[in-house]
T-cell receptor, first 111, second 112 residues
Framework: RKEVEQDPGPFNVPEGATVAFNCTYSNSASQSFFWYRQDCRKEPKLLMSVYSSGNEDGRFTAQLNRASQYISLLIRDSKLSDSATYLCVDKSRAAGNKLTFGGGTRVLVKP | DVKVTQSSRYLVKRTGEKVFLECVQDMDHENMFWYRQDPGLGLRLIYFSYDVKMKEKGDIPEGYSVSREKKERFSLILESASTNQTSMYLC???????????FGSGTRLTVV
C-alpha cells in the first residue's frame, strides 16, 4: 500500500461549484500534512498546511480525520484558475523534514 | 520570498555522460532535497541533505550522487546517464521541521 494515496481524477468542476477530494495516509503516527498545488509543467507550490483542528484559507478548507486516516481539501466557488493538480503531503518520517507526496488529484474547472 | 534556482530548465544528454544538476537557494535553509517526478509515479525522493557536507539517501538513490560543499548549493550528479533517468528533476529547500518545501522550477532531463 502506498504511504499517501489520492484519486488521480480528473475532477471536472463547473465554474462556481464546490469540489472536495480526499487523501488517505498509511502511517497512523503521522501528524503533519500539507496540500500543494502543481500547475502543468511547473513546480509544486505550497497551498496550505493541514492542522488537526482544520484550516481555512479563503475559498479553501482542509480537514484532517485521524480516526479514518485521511485529509480532505474543499474548494468553494471554483475559479478557472483553480485548475491544477493538488498534491497531498505527509510529513511523518522519523528522520524529520522529509515529505511523502501523494500522486496528486487533477482538478479541471470548466466555464 | 525564498528562491530556489535550478541551473537549467531543459537538458538533453547522451547515454553514459556524467550529468550535473545544480540547485541554489538564497534563504539560508539547512535542508535541501532532490526529487524526480514521473507520470504515474509522482514525486520520488532521490537524496537529501540537512547540512553542509552531509547527505542521506532517499527512496531511489541508485545511479545518483550528490554534493553539498556550501549551504546554499546542492548538486545532483548522474554518474553515467541512462535513458531511464529521463525525467523532471525538482530541487527543494526548507527551514526547520515545521515548514513545507520551496521548490525550484525543475529541470527536464532527456537522456538519448
Amino acid at each position: 500500500r502506498k504511504e499517501v494515496e489520492q484519486d488521480p481524477g480528473p475532477f471536472n468542476v463547473p465554474e462556481g461549484a464546490t469540489v472536495a477530494f480526499n487523501c488517505t495516509y498509511s502511517n497512523s503516527a503521522s501528524q503533519s500534512f500539507f496540500w500543494y498545488r502543481q500547475d502543468c509543467r511547473k513546480e509544486p507550490k505550497l497551498l496550505m498546511s493541514v492542522y488537526s483542528s482544520g484550516n481555512e484559507d479563503g475559498r479553501f478548507t482542509a480537514q484532517l480525520n485521524r480516526a479514518s486516516q485521511y485529509i480532505s481539501l474543499l474548494i468553494r466557488d471554483s475559479k478557472l484558475s483553480d485548475s491544477a493538480t493538488y498534491l497531498c503531503v505527509d510529513k511523518s518520517r522519523a528522520a524529520g523534514n522529509k515529505l511523502t507526496f501523494g500522486g496528486g488529484t487533477r482538478v479541471l474547472v470548466k466555464p | 520570498d525564498v528562491k530556489v534556482t535550478q541551473s537549467s530548465r531543459y537538458l538533453v544528454k547522451r547515454t553514459g555522460e556524467k550529468v550535473f544538476l545544480e540547485c541554489v537557494q538564497d534563504m539560508d535553509h539547512e535542508n535541501m532535497f532532490w526529487y524526480r517526478q514521473d507520470p504515474g509515479l509522482g514525486l520520488r525522493l532521490i537524496y537529501f541533505s540537512y547540512d553542509v557536507k552531509m547527505k542521506e539517501k532517499g527512496d531511489i538513490p541508485e545511479g545518483y550522487s550528490v554534493s553539498r560543499e556550501k549551504k546554499e548549493r546542492f548538486s545532483l550528479i548522474l554518474e553515467s546517464a541512462s535513458t531511464n533517468q529521463t525525467s523532471m528533476y525538482l530541487c527543494a529547500s526548507s527551514y526547520g521541521q515545521v515548514y513545507g518545501y520551496t521548490f525550484g522550477s525543475g529541470t527536464r532531463l532527456t537522456v538519448v
